[in-house]
């Protein structure tokens, strides 16, 4: 089955830039989508289609989908975007057809 | 303006069955183009998506679970509904509702989540 990994953390200072990386087997040929979770609530789109942003999300917020390897960064963090973030495709095998989410990585801000 | 709820008894005995039913507005699911799915994720762990249901009524199963859920929609009512059999203490999660795209499979609304406890 595919598999999407993620780091478990990602440890930054505030308004630095951070990257959240996400392999799985040429992820490139896939849309990937981007959840942010913060403590106590529901996850929230933050990208999809790998690099669009849903209204209302930062321009800081950005993504990019090549190889084995799609990136989540988040430029100038600040300290409201610690939070739990996860990946997602749609896997579409010949056997088959479901929704995968990488293990997420907790980001934290320094 | 999207709105998803999910209603689920907040206590389940070992071995019985949980239904899950996720209540939405804002938008259908009759000849749409849109689908909603169901993901849990038990505490301090990761999410885990579980089934989904298009707008045209093609059924998605996770791979590990197929064999316990069973997914519907009533479009009359704006709902969805998830079964799963034979509950664990090991299902103990929030499982939320989300929507998406037919063909695009993200999830653009999420309901709140409903806590779920499998415990005699």
């Known amino acids: 089955s595919y598999v999407l990994t993620q780091p478990p953390s990602v440890t930054v200072a505030p308004g630095k830039t951070a990257t959240i990386t996400c392999g799985g087997n040429?992820?490139?040929?896939?849309?990937v989508y981007w959840y942010q979770q913060k403590p106590g609530q529901a996850p929230v789109l933050v990208i999809y289609?790998?690099?669009d942003r849903p209204s209302g999300i930062p321009e800081r917020f950005s993504g990019s989908n090549s190889g084995n390897t799609a990136t989540l960064t988040i430029s100038r963090v600040e300290a409201g975007d610690e939070a739990d973030y996860y990946c997602?495709?749609?896997?579409?095998?010949?056997?088959?057809?479901?929704?995968?989410f990488g293990g997420g990585t907790k980001l934290t801000v320094l | 303006q999207v709105n998803l709820r999910e209603s689920a008894p907040a206590l389940v005995k070992p071995t019985q069955p949980l239904t899950l039913t996720c209540t939405f507005s804002?938008?259908?699911?009759?000849?749409?183009?849109?689908?909603v799915s169901w993901i849990r994720q038990p505490p301090g762990k990761a999410l885990e998506w579980l089934a989904l249901?298009?707008?045209?009524?093609?059924?998605y199963y996770s791979r590990s679970l197929k064999t316990r859920l069973t997914i519907s929609k009533d479009t009359s009512k704006n709902q969805v509904v998830l079964t799963m059999a034979n509950m664990d203490p090991v299902d103990t999660a929030t499982y939320y509702c989300a929507r998406c795209r037919h063909g695009d499979y993200g999830f653009d609304f999420w309901g709140q989540g409903s806590l779920v406890a499998v415990s005699s």
């Open positions: 249901i298009d707008w045209n009524d093609d059924k």
């Open positions: 040429n992820i490139g040929g896939d849309s």
């Open positions: 997602q495709v749609w896997d579409s095998s010949i056997d088959y057809r479901g929704v995968v």
């Open positions: 289609y790998d690099s």
């Open positions: 804002g938008f259908s699911l009759s000849g749409s183009g849109l689908c």
